[in-house]
């Protein structure tokens, strides 16, 4: 009920501010691009960033949102397939580095939205469905968003803004190699029935020339029979006769409005997801809750300023529903973040003044506590005839720790086809509210992380973008190091500092009917301490991912293929001897094949998706989930008002 109060809200909102509303003035006075560490809707892409558009989500056949890292280069870790564990930039995965490590965050239209949860991040609780997103930006560079520096890389989901109104849903099944027939007509008891899905999902959209608004609800499923996690289950868990299941239920909205010369969004949304969050010693029967609501936008000040703003405010709750719970996990965490972006133009100079603030309240069932956080950045930027370059320096506060940012970027055209761009920085930071919100879960972390000097990671990167008609390639080296660092160990919490060096390669092509993309990349940790050797081990020294897509042909059917390829790796013994699996994990060779058809004037799509068409053995984590050949089968439809 919360989430359909609050999408009813939104959407009469926008109804309201659309429906007289006319499009920005032509006396409106076009909004500088913004720096290239300021993460905008409509900015050039930068280097090491993947765009992943609509058609490529839907030509995937994904139904979740964490799937989408499917398509990036990262090291990814996930125990069941459901949630994922990822790296950017090769240091630790969450689950690996002990709390208050300094990882990635995740924006939706502009606003910031926590998501981690019990060492492991919650995608599917974003206030969002797959159907209302036309693209998701991931980037791996450090970047500035919602006025603090992300060090570990963004992802920024971005929904769709409709221009009419119109409908759009989803529904898609599916079964794994084995299985009795198809599962709807066998009994769900059966052995060896891996049911997948029903995934769901329905959007309305009304929109206008200077408004437009979206509704969305969502459901998600999965109900696993695999051999080696069933013995696992509590028998008061898998009585339902289904086995072991997850479950994902949303009700999401965004409204927006184009007004004095600006853009602002309202976004919310409720999510709930119930299953299983796994460990690899123990598993937590979970029902986990995310409501968010906020607004975000940007605007003329004065004539001679720009003001970027979002605040946005959460709750996150997270019920134990096992027989023997864990008693770190029962939480309820709310959260209130704000930040504003100030820049003025000078002639070939900009100046952004960038703030955030954040408001935590942690409740478990021991304690209750509170935590600020505030940051303050400047950033300079030079735009000359062929080259730009951008400077920051920032700092922030956490409680009674102190951090500062550094960085500096260049920008320059080398010829009509060649961009080349460089960065550098170095940013110290403290505990800030989300990862002291975990670290509070884990007292004995929690105590050296407070204890201890903020960890430092400085990075420096470059890279080298050539485009021509039909073509476009992207080669480039970084290198990152982190002081300070911490990891789990069977013997506590190890300490030492970590290189990373790294270098990536990407192309696209059109070849005749088809468009042609490939993706590398290399990472190669060194460390001099033994102790956090292990962890770094965990990383993927090779990923590589290459796609194929045909335009439409006879009968508008689209063929799509994709290649993916990641190197075995081995993982520290105390995170997966604990169910006598081997700690090395098989490199992972994928092949994904999808083939779609239009129907009645391209309002239906129908797809049929094949996942390792090799049925190679695919995991993620050593303890985790062995997944054979899958087929998924699904159709969308869009009733859309005649413009």
Request: proline letters at 5%.
């Amino acid at each position: 009920m919360i989430g359909v109060r609050i999408g009813a809200a939104v959407c009469l909102l926008a109804a309201a501010a659309g429906a007289q509303g006319t499009p920005p003035s032509a006396r409106c006075v076009s909004a500088p691009d913004a720096p290239p560490y300021l993460a905008t809707r409509d900015r050039a892409p930068l280097a090491g960033e993947i765009v992943i558009a609509r058609a490529e989500l839907e030509r995937n056949g994904w139904s979740r949102l964490s799937e989408a890292l499917q398509a990036t280069t990262w090291s990814l870790a996930s125990l069941e397939g459901y949630t994922f564990d990822a790296s950017a930039d090769g240091l630790p995965v969450e689950r690996l580095s002990a709390s208050g490590q300094p990882d990635w965050i995740v924006l939706v239209d502009g606003q910031r939205v926590p998501v981690r949860a019990a060492g492991t991040r919650l995608l599917e609780l974003l206030p969002v469905s797959l159907a209302q997103v036309e693209r998701i930006v991931v980037s791996r560079a450090p970047t500035f968003v919602a006025g603090r520096l992300a060090v570990r890389g963004v992802i920024d989901v971005r929904t769709r803004r409709a221009e009419r109104a119109a409908v759009r849903g989803s529904y898609a099944i599916g079964n794994e190699r084995g299985d009795p027939g198809p599962y709807r007509y066998t009994d769900l008891a059966t052995p060896n029935v891996e049911r997948l899905g029903p995934d769901a999902a329905v959007a309305l959209f009304a929109g206008g020339r200077s408004a437009d608004a979206q509704l969305a609800a969502r459901y998600s499923s999965l109900n696993v029979t695999d051999e080696a996690l069933l013995p696992r289950l509590d028998p008061a868990i898998g009585a339902t006769g289904r086995g072991l299941f997850q479950l994902v239920k949303s009700v999401s909205a965004r409204a927006g409005v184009d007004v004095a010369c600006g853009r602002h969004d309202v976004v919310g949304g409720i999510a709930r997801f119930s299953g299983i969050l796994y460990q690899p010693a123990r598993d937590d029967w979970t029902r986990t809750t995310l409501a968010h609501l906020g607004v975000a936008g940007d605007a003329p000040v004065g004539g001679a300023l720009r003001l970027r703003y979002s605040l946005a405010g959460e709750r996150f709750d997270l019920d134990t529903l096992s027989p023997r719970p864990s008693p770190a996990l029962p939480h309820r965490r709310t959260a209130l973040l704000a930040h504003a972006d100030l820049s003025r133009t000078v002639g070939a100079l900009e100046l952004t003044v960038a703030s955030a603030a954040s408001a935590w309240t942690m409740d478990t069932e021991t304690a209750n506590a509170r935590r600020r956080d505030i940051s303050l950045a400047a950033l300079l930027r030079h735009a000359g005839a062929r080259v730009r370059t951008d400077l920051a320096v920032g700092g922030e506060r956490s409680g009674d720790e102190h951090g500062l940012q550094l960085l500096a970027a260049v920008q320059a055209r080398l010829d009509a086809r060649t961009q080349l761009h460089a960065s550098a920085g170095r940013a110290a930071r403290p505990l800030d509210g989300e990862a002291w919100s975990e670290a509070l879960l884990l007292p004995a972390e929690l105590a050296l992380a407070e204890a201890a000097s903020a960890p430092s990671i400085d990075w420096a990167e470059l890279a080298v973008h050539r485009a021509g008609d039909d073509w476009r390639m992207e080669f480039g080296a970084d290198v990152r190091r982190a002081a300070d660092w911490r990891v789990r160990t069977t013997d506590g919490i190890a300490r030492g500092d970590v290189t990373v060096a790294g270098a990536h390669l990407r192309g696209e092509t059109q070849l005749g009917t088809a468009r042609a993309g490939l993706e590398y990349r290399l990472l190669v940790p060194s460390n001099p301490k033994p102790e956090v050797d292990p962890a770094l081990g965990a990383t993927a020294r090779h990923a590589a991912r290459a796609t194929v897509t045909t335009e439409r042909v006879a009968g508008n059917f689209r063929f799509s293929g994709a290649f993916t390829y990641r190197s075995a790796t081995r993982w520290p013994p105390d995170l997966a001897d604990s169910i006598a699996i081997a700690r090395v994990l098989p490199a992972l060779v994928r092949l994904d094949a999808t083939v779609e058809k239009w129907l009645w004037r391209d309002r239906a799509r129908v797809y049929l998706a094949a996942r390792n068409l090799l049925d190679r053995e695919e995991r993620y984590h050593p303890a985790g989930a062995q997944f054979a050949l899958r087929v998924h089968l699904g159709v969308d439809v869009e009733l859309r008002r005649a413009p």
